[in-house]
T-cell receptor, first 111, second 113 residues
Framework: SQQGEEDPQALSIQEGENATMNCSYKTSINNLQWYRQNSGRGLVHLIL?????REKHSGRLRVTLDTSKKSSSLLITASRAADTASYFCATEETSGSRLTFGEGTQLTVNP | DSGVTQTPKHLITATGQRVTLRCSPR?????VYWYQQSLDQGLQFLIQYYNGEERAKGNILERFSAQQFPDLHSELNLSSLELGDSALYFC????????????FGSGTRLTVV
């Protein structure tokens, strides 16, 4: 079963623009994580934000978490063609340690 | 190279057969997770092992089984294979159970014909 739902399912932008992806979830969580997957490859961990944090930055990535709305957003600034990939949010529920992944957002950055 | 090694990378087999997928976690990681990724189901959690013991079970079919060995490598056994089992199977590892990001392997692409 999917815990996270991502929005939009697909996003196409020009190089240099910012990309924002949203994730909503249903249950109480310990943390929320974002991963990137290039086509057919393994997922790469991008950032982890804990339930008591509201915002976190890593390079060109900015993640926000609103536990009252059970939602998170991932902002990629000054996007590059190399950012083209699928992006997944994943939640670690308070009831267990494994991650439950959303269905992902396919981001295409056009040069 | 993520540090998590999965073999084989590709596997083509016939319905009804049995296969074993192998995973070596990143050095120092005690938790191993198996996920199945298919187009219609997304990423589905199958099973987790922590330091040799089963810790959590997800949507794993009875035809599937797994284990983690004393050297912490893990194997996922899939038997009586059906066409619908065709998918990417990922292994991931983390330092502990909970509170850490996962390191994923590059996956095993299983095709059942």
């Amino acid at each position: 079963s999917q815990q996270g739902e991502e929005d939009p399912q697909a996003l196409s932008i020009q190089e240099g623009e910012n990309a924002t992806m949203n994730c909503s979830y249903k249950t109480s969580i310990n943390n929320l994580q974002w991963y990137r997957q290039n086509s057919g490859r393994g997922l790469v961990h991008l950032i982890l934000i804990r339930s008591n944090e509201r915002e976190k930055h890593s390079g060109r990535l900015r993640v926000t978490l609103d536990t009252s709305k059970k939602s998170s957003s991932l902002l990629i600034t000054a996007s590059r063609a190399a950012d083209t990939a699928s992006y997944f949010c994943a939640t670690e529920e308070t009831s267990g340690s494994r991650l439950t992944f959303g269905e992902g957002t396919q981001l295409t950055v056009n040069p | 190279d993520s540090g998590v090694t999965q073999t084989p990378k590709h596997l083509i087999t016939a319905t009804g057969q049995r296969v074993t997928l192998r995973c070596s976690p990143r050095s120092g990681d005690l938790s191993v997770y198996w996920y199945q990724q298919s187009l219609d189901q997304g990423l589905q959690f199958l099973i987790q092992y922590y330091n040799g013991e089963e810790r959590a079970k997800g949507n794993i079919l009875e035809r599937f089984s797994a284990q983690q060995f004393p050297d912490l490598h893990s194997e996922l056994n899939l038997s009586s294979l059906e066409l619908g089992d065709s998918a990417l199977y990922f292994c991931a590892s983390s330092a502990r159970t909970g509170g850490y990001g996962y390191t994923f392997g590059s996956g095993t692409r299983l095709t059942v014909v």
